[in-house]
């Protein structure tokens, strides 16, 4: 079985205002991830994601490849072991 894990990433660029929580919420329903995505005070976008780090390395680069209709800077993230669970992916505001 494979090891599930944590992902927590911060994207900065032009990520508000520009469906790019919605689209990050698609791919992960897509890859069945479970986890949040929102929006930060700085401008930023937060996610939040829970699953195989294989499949999240693959969410990853699918956001990287297709932000909607933003654009990403720069990512912040790092992988942990898994401390929350939730039953789905969520937009959080």
Known sequence: MKEI?????????NVQGVFFRQHVKEFAEELKITGYVKNLKDGS???LAIGEREVLEKFL?????????????SIE?????????????????
């Open 5 to 13: 894990v944590q992902l927590h990433a911060v994207f900065k660029g």
């Open 45 to 47: 976008v937060e996610v």
């Open 61 to 73: 680069e699918g956001i990287v490849k297709k932000p909607g209709l933003g654009s990403i800077d």
């Open 77 to 93: 993230k790092n992988f942990t072991k898994k401390e929350l669970s939730f039953d789905d992916f969520e937009i959080r505001y």
